[in-house]
């Protein structure tokens, strides 16, 4: 069952917080809250959708 979208919207704050301060590559950032692949895929589009700008400098990394 997919997490509810508006946890999805506090990770990925919280996961452009962290970028913002420099923990490291936004895929790395997310996955490091271990949740399902469907949830994951999620975050990440929440993120590219607020940050486009982070979509741009993480071309090419892996998930």
């Known amino acids: 069952m ?3 979208m508006y946890k999805i919207r ?4 919280a ?7 420099g923990e490291g590559a936004v895929n790395t950032i997310v ?3 271990n949740m399902a ?3 994951h895929d999620l975050v990440l589009a929440e993120i590219y959708a607020k940050r486009p ?7 090419g990394v892996a998930a």
């Open 31 to 33: 996955s490091s809250y």
């Open 37 to 39: 692949q469907d949830d």
């Open 2 to 4: 997919a997490m509810a």
């Open 15 to 21: 996961c452009i917080t962290r970028y913002n301060s």
């Open 53 to 59: 700008d982070i979509a741009a400098t993480t071309e």
């Open 10 to 13: 506090i990770i990925s704050n």
